[in-house]
């Protein structure tokens, strides 16, 4: 297990999580609204193994990450109008601790495979595909997320190295050439790009845990911190939203803060419900918002060592911050999250 990052390297020695979770698998349940939990909706080891495309080529995925589950490492699929029906389908091929996912505009999905290897990757997957079109490696320590932009430059977050000094390497595209390297001046663990193609880098500052952002522009290697001081504490995911706003995830805070204007406080604060929201993505018309919780401990996940919901994947209404369906399952650790059709950008 790695010591950084929020993977299956999160906050290691740190409230948040522990070590492995010694359950058993439970089948997956879905709940909707707030603590009511229905009878189990059928194992996840039973699964359909590929998507009917003349059915659903122009109906909308969530993507999730896991690996604590029955059949190993794999990323889970489900229909975001439909988030009962469990899991549709999987992509097992190539994946491996699946930290962090991205889907482009085409439908492309991108995952970061940390793989406690130190020599990590990520894998591409065509729409619809179940095995890896390519493969991203070269000094890639620990895989934290991914994000690929409109010009197919393709960015991973790399949170290990000495003194907490992390890095983010810039991979040109159509190659796995890495053209350069990123130092935002911590670890960072998350990625995301606006609508000007300008690239967000989520990072923490150790040993205390606080989080920063910087902005970079195309091809740049400085950027600007966004984030006032002692506001974000073992930052997860970043994401920004069609009006520029800049949601962060603030892992130990249990909240999604919404930063509408540099280095000032947030102007809203989402609760998920959540002890340790870690990931998150936002639908294209960003009507939603999809948040886990991953959670390692050394007791049951449902014992509440983890706190509120851990090993979750939440879905709110983005407006008023609403729990609409809740995703769990004592026996998975999910982790990256990622929609298809992806945000307009």
């Given amino acids: 297990m790695k010591g950084l990052g929020f993977g299956r390297c999160a906050l290691t020695g740190c409230v948040a999580t522990v070590m492995l979770v010694g359950c058993g698998v439970l089948p997956l349940s879905l709940s909707k609204g707030q603590d009511d939990m229905p009878p189990p909706m059928g194992a996840l080891g039973a699964m359909p193994q590929s998507l009917a495309k003349s059915t659903h080529e122009n109906a909308s995925y969530l993507y999730v990450g896991t690996d604590e589950i029955p059949g190993g490492q794999r990323v889970l699929i489900f229909l975001r109008d439909d988030l009962s029906k469990g899991v549709v389908d999987s992509i097992r091929d190539g994946v491996s601790e699946p930290a962090g996912l991205f889907v482009d505009s085409a439908g492309t999905l991108y995952v970061a495979d940390d793989d406690s290897s130190l020599n990590d990757r990520v894998t591409v997957y065509a729409k619809g595909g179940h095995k890896p079109i390519r493969v991203i490696r070269g000094g890639i320590e620990c895989a934290?997320?991914?994000?690929?932009?409109?010009?197919?430059?393709?960015?991973?977050?790399?949170?290990?190295?000495?003194?907490?000094?992390?890095?983010?390497?810039?991979?040109?595209?159509?190659?796995?050439?890495?053209?350069?390297?990123?130092?935002?001046?911590?670890?960072?663990?998350?990625?995301?790009?606006?609508?000007?193609?300008?690239?967000?880098?989520?990072?923490?500052?150790?040993?205390?845990?606080?989080?920063?952002?910087?902005?970079?522009?195309?091809?740049?290697?400085?950027?600007?911190?966004?984030?006032?001081?002692?506001?974000?504490?073992?930052?997860?995911?970043?994401?920004?939203?069609?009006?520029?706003?800049?949601?962060?995830?603030?892992?130990?805070?249990?909240?999604?803060?919404?930063?509408?204007?540099?280095?000032?406080?947030?102007?809203?604060?989402?609760?998920?419900?959540?002890?340790?929201?870690?990931?998150?993505?936002?639908?294209?018309?960003?009507?939603?918002?999809?948040?886990?919780?991953?959670?390692?401990?050394?007791?049951?996940?449902?014992?509440?060592?983890?706190?509120?919901?851990?090993?979750?994947?939440?879905?709110?209404?983005?407006?008023?911050?609403?729990?609409?369906?809740?995703?769990?399952?004592?026996?998975?650790?999910?982790?990256?999250?990622?929609?298809?059709?992806?945000?307009?950008?």
Avoid: M
């Fill in 144 to 345: 934290a997320d991914v994000v690929a932009g409109s010009d197919g430059i393709i960015y991973v977050a790399d949170p290990c190295g000495t003194n907490g000094q992390g890095r983010v390497h810039v991979f040109g595209p159509a190659s796995s050439k890495q053209v350069r390297l990123l130092y935002p001046g911590g670890a960072p663990n998350s990625v995301t790009l606006d609508a000007q193609n300008r690239l967000y880098v989520g990072y923490t500052v150790w040993p205390h845990f606080e989080g920063q952002v910087k902005r970079y522009r195309p091809g740049t290697t400085e950027g600007e911190k966004l984030l006032p001081k002692k506001t974000v504490f073992a930052i997860g995911g970043i994401q920004v939203d069609k009006q520029g706003a800049l949601l962060v995830a603030s892992t130990l805070n249990g909240t999604i803060d919404v930063f509408t204007g540099i280095r000032k406080p947030p102007s809203r604060i989402i609760k998920t419900g959540q002890s340790y929201p870690s990931r998150f993505v936002l639908d294209r018309r960003e009507n939603r918002i999809y948040v886990s919780s991953p959670f390692v401990g050394s007791f049951r996940a449902d014992s509440g060592s983890g706190g509120k919901r851990p090993n979750t994947v939440v879905e709110l209404d983005y407006p008023s911050g609403k729990r609409l369906f809740t995703l769990r399952d004592s026996g998975w650790f999910p982790t990256g999250v990622a929609v298809s059709p992806s945000a307009p950008f």
